[in-house]
């Protein structure tokens, strides 16, 4: 499997909100939002982020090694 990581605290910020107004559906929000800014590289690359920050809260199991 492959394990994702982040580089940012910001991204996860943003998820949470997403996940706390959206619940489930916040991935699918996530996913607009970035479609919404594909005209613009910047952006479009930080919803992605965000998107992946989205499934990684939303997993329900442990992924990679526990220290």
Same mark, same amino acid.
């Given at each position: 499997?492959?394990? &994702? /990581? $982040?580089?940012?605290?910001? /991204?996860?910020? @943003?998820? #949470?909100? $997403? *996940?706390? %107004?959206?619940? =489930? @559906? #916040? *991935? *699918? %929000?996530?996913?607009? !939002? ?5 005209? +613009? =590289? #910047? /952006?479009?690359?930080?919803?992605? &982020? *965000?998107?992946?920050?989205? $499934?990684?809260? &939303?997993? %329900? +199991?442990?992924?990679? @090694? !526990?220290?």
């Amino acid at each position: 499997m492959y394990i &994702q /990581s $982040l580089m940012d605290r910001h /991204s996860f910020d @943003e998820a #949470a909100a $997403l *996940v706390a %107004e959206f619940g =489930p @559906e #916040a *991935v *699918v %929000e996530a996913a607009f !939002l970035a479609d919404s800014h594909r005209t +613009d =590289p #910047a /952006s479009f690359a930080r919803w992605r &982020q *965000v998107e992946r920050a989205v $499934l990684m809260l &939303q997993l %329900e +199991d442990v992924v990679g @090694e !526990l220290h």
